[in-house]
């Protein structure tokens, strides 16, 4: 219930259209259920041979007309309305999950399955959309119908009118029921497609691996399995959810039938009023309008209960934790970039410590190296540096400013970044090395692209620097990507560098090029570089060793070699074997 | 939709006995305003009471075996397309198995997993529909039908040029609308795409403080999804009231002519009344109809999806499905002459012809681009190659069987790619009868026994609860077990710092009972090696030892002496 009135709150802005759907239901449901009245009329009018009188008919005919034309325009208008309703609610609603994830900490984006949030974004939204057009349909002209049906049946005779108000609640009854025992299967069946959309994901997603290791048939199994379950869970959901419509048609059948036979006698003995006999076609008529709104949300009630299913996985991403607001905290001009790390300790989960007690003083200009083993935390400073994660305890200063005291943004576009992972998005080459920059110039870029060696390729593409980049960019090598990553950032032109593994995928010819170019950026830049390849920064001012997540020796790297530590034996190791 | 009928075959019992019962159920329907008319015609005004009782059990009793049957139908349909969907979903999952890489990367990982998914539960709902109702609304329709021919002949004439119109009617809205539902679901895909990249994207995004830009462009898809959301539901808005003015202004020329009829003496009163409640009937089937239709339409673009998929042709087909016997005497592989392309571009690989003897360890070295990877995939048949011939223990790669080529070669890829299950599961895939102490034997020989502490260790998806150089010497371990002849690494030490690459790479060498073939950047890596292939823009610019290449190959030497001081790289 919580879930329908979240939904709703989204259709708020809508008034309008709400109303508009309201009135136009009123009138098209009323002249749907005035009808009725003229055709009643003119049937008894045909009394029989020779007893007819046109005139009458006549005029019940035009009656008629007018009514399916008022009919027809505002039953356009109320649906009309509907999809204005639901389709700018889904909209809203997407655009808001979407921002809602620009908003989350990052440990929250890492931690869950992306397709799962990709999925909340596309298809749940869509169930939510597709839920709220049913309901809110249903409801309006519901209602109007069964309070309308319910006034021209007492028109027509009250007593009768009772008979067919005291029996349809029969109909939810029955449905009410159905609907709980079939939630249980529902449930089994939603957690199973789940089950069954990762396994794909990973199986279908991974496709190449698994050629590789002609994994084909063992996976294809394994799915079967899965597979079988489903089809035996969800036979049962369909056909419990299938049960609801016919039961309270049944139902609603009995009641035709009760209002029909009990109709009858009273038109023969009179014993609840008087009764004509094109009253009782009429009534009848109406009996069966009646239970309709009753049989249509048993029809839909499938689609209601994904709608709602749906709409909770939306609203636990809306509702969960997003980073404190700072737009009243500092902002910054161009950084000078002295940044200094005091007593830091951090830690991505509780039961294991990484960082402790940490400081450094990087003035400004300086190069910071970052070494170590692979997983030993390189990547961890980083993080907290550019503040995708927050420290436990300490702080770290940017020009004497706690980084806490800036606002997040301010912080992150003093440093320019490029990462291991080569992200890129699907647009233009172009578009995507002036992502940082929107105001560079044509010359600007392709001189940042010069700079790092991504131009002679670019221009191979075969639209040169408007070729598209296509979806995971497949159309690019990994050393492509990670080159225009430093193309992107070289036309940022930030005051501070961070530089992660950034030359990973490049081949060492390109790499000293590529070193050479950031040796000209870096230049009285504040830079921190995590590098695998030591000969890389053996200039850095500082060079920081880390180990199993601690800092185990710094300084710079005649320095560290004297002291034949660790730095000397990872140095060393490089070479041993050449 | 129709092209996927063949995952219906064995129902037939079920798609025939559902709808009939449907079709009962529809029947039975039909009889209840006649058995009223009777009421009326018989009952009221021959004030029959008991007429009118004897009527209203029978009305009962139609209510009744309408349920029943009803109930069968909903079994029946329910049954029929959860099988149906089931079977799809095999058949999807197998097809996709036998596709070579060029078909997958021209579909796309992400489209292929909707259509495994979303696009089959539609069409799997559809199956359901059509049988549930799409059957039962014509029946309704063409039972009210002949019902108002046996009533009155002429009269029934009206009844025709209603059904008609609005079959006209649900034709232009349900092909106008059809391209409307396709282009909805091509900005959905699009709207996927971009969330994905958000979320790929997060770190960089937030870096470069681009989350408005990136909101924006998103808000753009939204509003254009509503756009045209609104647009297709103007169009489909009409169905209803088109439908609702077609039946009505039937029932307004019923009374009209029918008056006259029951004036001249052939019609009862009661006979009218009847007329027009099948019309009323008509006109709730219509209605039934329009809406199936609009959700046929949508269902139908998911058909035709599943159905691209199926018809998508596998590049590299496999020849025979005979064991091949290894020609010992030859060359563990020979490459005589391979040309590559991936499409009509210039070729990714030129000519490229060298041997790589049994029980050798071959380094491939090259900058970024030069074909290595290509080479490998070749070796494995995910692509062919355009001309020229490979040969795996002497017979060309065509001749085996894929699996039995596949299970040969332990591969790592680049990517280090795990699977959601456990260390032990995850280690089984190359060799599924592989003992424990094998799987150990391959943690410790990869140096991952360090942080392996029992083989029932959960692996989450894509292994993401292991480090990046974790996962890569996992995947190292994953080609070890079932100690596979032709090890074949593709820079598979990327992610591991020096110290451990080292040891990693003395423990494999300690196995000279097996072809090793290493592909990277850092010559350090391959320094050692018994041969070394240096490629450059897809062709084979030298071919020997470290010393040799280093003397006589000034590409490699120029490799080397980026990575190297001169001395190092000497000695």
């Given at each position: 219930m919580k879930t329908v009135k979240k939904i709703l709150r989204y259709t708020k802005s809508q008034m309008f259209f709400y109303i508009l759907a309201m009135i136009c239901a009123v009138i098209s449901v009323g002249f749907t259920l005035y009808i009725p009245v003229p055709v009643g009329e003119a049937i008894d009018f045909m009394i029989g041979k020779g007893a007819v009188d046109f005139d009458k008919i006549l005029s019940a005919v035009i009656k008629i007309a007018v009514s399916i034309g008022l009919t027809v325009v505002f039953q356009w208008l109320m649906t009309y309305s509907t999809n204005v309703i639901s389709a700018r609610a889904v909209r809203d609603l997407r655009s808001d999950v979407f921002k809602k994830l620009n908003t989350m900490p990052l440990s929250y984006l890492d931690k869950n399955a992306r397709g799962d949030l990709i999925s909340r974004v596309t298809n749940d939204a869509e169930a939510v959309g597709d839920g709220l057009t049913q309901v809110i349909t249903q409801l309006f002209s519901g209602i109007v119908t069964i309070v309308g049906t319910l006034i021209f049946m007492m028109s027509i005779n009250i007593g009768l009118a009772l008979v067919v108000v005291i029996l349809t609640p029969l109909s939810m009854l029955v449905a009410g029921i159905i609907g709980r025992l079939c939630a249980k299967s529902f449930r089994d069946q939603q957690e199973l497609q789940g089950e069954i959309s990762s396994y794909v994901e990973e199986i279908v997603g991974n496709q190449k691996v698994v050629k590789a290791f002609a994994y084909e048939q063992r996976g294809e199994q394994s799915f079967e399995k899965l597979n079988k379950k489903l089809f035996k869970v969800g036979l049962r959901a369909q056909f419990a959810g299938a049960l609801a419509n016919p039961c309270t048609r049944f139902v609603n059948n009995m009641v035709y039938a009760a209002t029909g036979i009990i109709g009858a006698l009273t038109v023969i003995s009179a014993f609840m009023g008087r009764l004509t006999i094109g009253g009782l076609s009429c009534f009848l008529t109406y009996a069966n309008q009646y239970t309709k709104p009753f049989n249509e949300v048993t029809g839909v009630l499938t689609q209601i209960q994904t709608a709602l299913a749906a709409g909770e996985r939306v609203f636990k991403v809306l509702e969960a934790e997003s980073?404190?607001?700072?737009?009243d905290k500092l902002t910054l001009g161009e950084a000078r970039g002295d940044i200094e790390f005091k007593d830091v300790s951090f830690s991505y989960t509780s039961d294991k410590k990484l960082i402790e007690g940490f400081s450094l003083k990087v003035g400004s200009g300086e190069q910071v190296a970052i070494v170590g083993p692979t997983g030993c935390g390189k990547t961890t400073l980083i993080n907290l540096i550019m503040r995708f994660y927050e420290v436990d305890k300490g702080e770290i200063l940017l020009d004497g400013v706690p980084t806490s005291e800036i606002r997040r943004d301010e912080l992150r576009k003093q440093f320019g970044m490029v990462l291991q992972d080569s992200w890129l998005f699907s647009g233009t080459i172009m578009e995507n090395l002036r992502y940082g920059n929107p105001d560079a110039t044509d010359e600007e870029i392709i001189n940042a692209a010069k700079l790092s060696y991504a131009h002679s390729f670019i221009r191979k593409m075969p639209n040169g620097y408007n070729t598209m980049i296509n979806e995971n960019a497949e159309n690019l090598s990994a050393g492509q990507k990670q080159l225009l990553c430093i193309a992107r950032a070289m036309a940022l032109d930030p005051p501070m560098l961070i530089l992660d593994e950034a030359t990973s995928s490049i081949d060492t010819l390109t790499e000293i090029r590529v070193q050479k170019a950031f040796k000209k950026l870096m230049k009285g830049r504040t830079s921190f570089v995590v590098a695998h390849r030591l000969s890389t920064i053996r200039e850095s001012d500082t060079i920081l060793v880390m180990r199993d997540g601690n800092i185990v020796e710094q300084g710079a790297h005649e320095q560290l070699l004297k002291k034949r530590g660790f730095y000397y034996e990872l140095y060393n190791s490089q070479f041993a074997d050449s | 939709m129709i092209k996927l009928r063949r995952f219906l075959r064995d129902y037939k019992l079920q798609l025939i006995v559902g709808p009939l019962c449907k079709l009962f159920e529809a029947v039975l329907e039909l009889f209840a305003p006649l058995v009223m008319a009777q009421i009326i015609d018989n009952g009221i005004l021959k004030n029959n009471t008991d007429y009118v009782l004897k009527m209203g059990a029978v009305l009962v009793l139609i209510g009744v075996v309408g349920l029943g049957s009803a109930l069968v139908c909903q079994y029946m349909a329910s049954y029929t397309s959860q099988g149906a969907g089931t079977k799809i979903r095999s058949a999807l999952l197998k097809h996709i198995g036998t596709l070579s890489h060029k078909e997958l990367d021209k579909l796309g990982a992400p489209a292929l997993i909707t259509r495994m998914t979303s696009d089959i539960n539609a069409v799997q709902a559809n199956v359901a529909m059509v049988m549930r109702l799409l059957l039962r609304a014509p029946f309704l329709i063409i039972g009210a039908l002949v019902m108002a021919c046996f009533i009155d002949l002429s009269l029934s004439l009206i009844f025709f040029a209603a059904a008609a119109a609005i079959g006209v009617i649900l034709y232009l809205v349900m092909t106008r609308s059809l391209p409307f539902y396709k282009k909805i679901q091509s900005i959905l895909d699009r709207i996927s795409l971009l969330t994905r990249e958000n979320l790929e994207g997060s770190r960089v995004i937030r870096a470069f403080s681009k989350q408005k830009a990136q909101e924006e462009s998103f808000d753009r898809e939204t509003e254009r999804m509503e756009k045209t959301a609104l647009r297709v539901g103007r169009l489909s808005a009409l169905l209803n009231p088109a439908t609702y003015l077609v039946a009505y202004t039937a029932v307004a020329l019923i009374l009209w002519f029918g008056g006259a009829r029951v004036n001249g003496g052939s019609l009862l009163s009661g006979d009218i009344i009847a007329l027009t409640s099948y019309m009323t009937q008509i006109l709730l089937a219509m209605i039934v109809l329009a809406n199936l239709v609009v959700l046929l339409s949508r269902g139908s673009a998911s058909a035709s999806r599943i159905n691209e998929v199926f018809e998508t042709e596998p590049s590299v087909r496999e020849l025979s499905d005979k064991e091949v016997q290894p020609i010992l005497s030859a060359p563990k592989l020979e490459f005589r002459d391979v040309s590559f392309t991936y499409g009509d571009g210039d070729n990714e690989l030129e000519k490229l012809g060298f041997s790589i003897e049994r029980n050798t360890f071959v380094g491939i070295i090259g900058a970024t681009g030069s074909g290595k990877s290509t080479l490998l995939s070749l070796i494995m048949r995910f692509y062919d190659a355009s001309s020229g011939e490979i040969l795996l223990d002497g017979h060309n790669v065509k001749s085996y069987p894929f699996s039995q080529l596949r299970s040969s070669i332990g591969v790592v890829p680049q990517k280090s790619t795990l699977f959601s299950g456990t260390v032990r599961s995850n280690m089984k895939?190359?060799?599924?009868?592989?003992?424990d102490e094998e799987i150990w034997d391959a943690l410790r020989t990869a140096q991952a026994?360090?942080?392996?502490?029992?083989?029932d260790k959960t692996v989450s998806q894509g292994g993401m609860n292991f480090s990046g150089g974790q996962r890569q010497r996992l995947c190292i371990a994953r080609a070890l077990v079932g100690d596979p002849e032709l090890l074949i690494l593709d820079d598979s030490f990327s992610a591991l710092d020096f110290a451990t690459e080292k040891a990693l790479r003395q423990a494999l060498l300690s196995r000279r009972d097996r072809t090793l073939i290493v592909v990277t950047q850092r010559c350090s890596t391959i320094a050692e090696a018994d041969k070394i292939l240096v490629l450059e823009d897809g062709t084979l610019v030298g071919e020997g030892t470290h010393r040799e290449l280093f003397e006589g190959c000034s590409a490699y030497r120029e490799i080397c002496l980026s990575q190297l001081k001169a001395e190092e790289a000497a000695r």
């Open positions: 980073e404190p607001d700072d737009s | 895939w190359q060799d599924e009868n592989a003992a026994d360090s942080f392996i502490d029992s083989l």
